[in-house]
T-cell receptor, first 113, second 114 residues
Framework: EAGVAQSPRYKIIEKRQSVAFWCNPISGHATLYWYQQILGQGPKLLIQFQNNGVVDDSQLPKDRFSAERLKGVDSTLKIQPAKLEDSAVYLC???????????FGNGTRLTVT | QQQVKQSPQSLIVQKGGISIINCAYENTAFDYFPWYQQFPGKGPALLIAIRPDVSEKKEGRFTISFNKSAKQFSLHIMDSQPGDSATYFCAATKGGTSYGKLTFGQGTILTVHP
């Protein structure tokens, strides 16, 4: 099966600019997650979708981060305005609703200068 | 209470040796403990996982040991190979709809010398 697709692979922006990341999960996977992985740390969950509804966004900095999953398939994560501390790899993952294992994409590496 | 603490931060092992990575958790509501392997430029990939109703799980050269009373679990890689060189993350999560809401450890960079 095709894996989780993410784009772009790399993005460099200046602070206060905006940026968007795109994720296409594995076909049929109802649950989608966005994780933030700061260099040298483990991934941290930002938001969880079930189909096109938000299940948990308690760790999403809502003053600058937003995410949506239209039609329950693709998802976008947006940062506006970006801060230096947002430099990280943004990982998208998906899973079947009742399965335990997450399938991660290769991430988007964001550098904020 | 949501933390998962992982050690060591880095580990160097000779080919054929045993690699051991340890994790400790605080939240007793956690009931699923996966280990992920991550290569540079790639996303984490599930390696092996355990539930707290068993004390050990083995898959090939990879074994998880689980100590529920101590709230600790560890990954053992037997006969370590250069291809095992990667970053390893332990994680923990609660059941139900929260399975994908993983709390990760800080990661261990494993280097296996030939």
């Amino acid at each position: 099966e095709a894996g989780v697709a993410q784009s772009p692979r790399y993005k460099i922006i200046e602070k206060r600019q905006s940026v968007a990341f795109w994720c296409n999960p594995i076909s049929g996977h109802a649950t989608l997650y966005w994780y933030q992985q700061i260099l040298g740390q483990g991934p941290k969950l930002l938001i969880q979708f079930q189909n096109n509804g938000v299940v948990d966004d308690s760790q999403l900095p809502k003053d600058r981060f937003s995410a949506e999953r239209l039609k329950g398939v693709d998802s976008t994560l947006k940062i506006q305005p970006a801060k230096l501390e947002d430099s990280a790899v943004y990982l998208c993952a998906s899973s079947l609703e009742t399965r335990l294992s997450l399938h991660f994409g290769n991430g988007t590496r964001l550098t904020v200068t | 209470q949501q933390q998962v603490k992982q050690s060591p931060q880095s580990l160097i092992v000779q080919k054929g040796g045993i690699s051991i990575i340890n994790c400790a958790y605080e939240n007793t509501a956690f009931d699923y403990f996966p280990w992920y392997q991550q290569f540079p430029g790639k996303g984490p990939a599930l390696l092996i996982a355990i539930r707290p109703d068993v004390s050990e799980k083995k898959e090939g050269r990879f074994t998880i040991s689980f100590n529920k009373s101590a709230k600790q679990f560890s990954l053992h890689i037997m006969d370590s190979q250069p291809g095992d060189s990667a970053t390893y993350f332990c994680a923990a999560t609660k059941g139900g709809t929260s399975y994908g809401k993983l709390t990760f450890g800080q990661g261990t960079i494993l280097t296996v010398h030939p």
